[in-house]
């Protein structure tokens, strides 16, 4: 495992933008046109998004997070990416440390779109 380095300092006001929320995985498709992404529906409660993650390779069967909750950045400007919108960005555990990336979910069930922080 590699361990990343600690980010620079930053003022919790900045933090604060950050809107991080539950949301639950509805679908996952995939992207023929990406050797690394899916497009996820995810359900927050009182909207749904679309987004893409790059988890094709990680995982056998990206279709197994179906159902899961996790956390979600709803607030980002949506970014194209192969020809598709992605409207969020899930948080996932892992990554930044080349190991085999899993979801970032809540210790039990909560109602979709609740805010974390």
């Given at each position: 495992?590699?361990?990343?380095?600690?980010?620079?300092?930053?003022?919790?006001?900045?933090?604060?933008?950050?809107?991080i929320?539950?949301?639950?995985?509805?679908?996952?498709?995939?992207?023929?046109?990406?050797?690394?992404?899916?497009?996820?529906?995810?359900?927050?409660?009182?909207?749904?998004?679309?987004?893409?993650?790059?988890m094709?390779?990680?995982?056998?069967?990206?279709?197994?997070?179906?159902?899961?909750?996790?956390?979600?950045?709803?607030n980002?400007?949506?970014?194209?990416?192969?020809?598709?919108?992605?409207?969020?960005?899930?948080?996932?555990?892992g990554?930044?440390?080349?190991?085999?990336p899993?979801?970032?979910?809540?210790?039990?069930?909560?109602?979709d779109?609740?805010?974390?922080?």
């Amino acid at each position: 495992m590699k361990i990343s380095p600690v980010k620079p300092t930053m003022p919790f006001e900045e933090l604060e933008k950050i809107d991080i929320r539950v949301g639950r995985i509805e679908k996952v498709e995939d992207v023929p046109s990406s050797d690394k992404l899916v497009k996820l529906t995810v359900n927050f409660g009182s909207f749904k998004r679309k987004i893409l993650v790059g988890m094709k390779k990680e995982r056998e069967n990206p279709k197994e997070i179906e159902g899961k909750q996790a956390l979600f950045v709803v607030n980002l400007a949506p970014r194209k990416m192969m020809g598709e919108v992605s409207e969020g960005m899930l948080f996932d555990i892992g990554y930044a440390n080349e190991i085999t990336p899993v979801l970032a979910i809540p210790e039990k069930e909560v109602p979709d779109g609740v805010a974390a922080g």
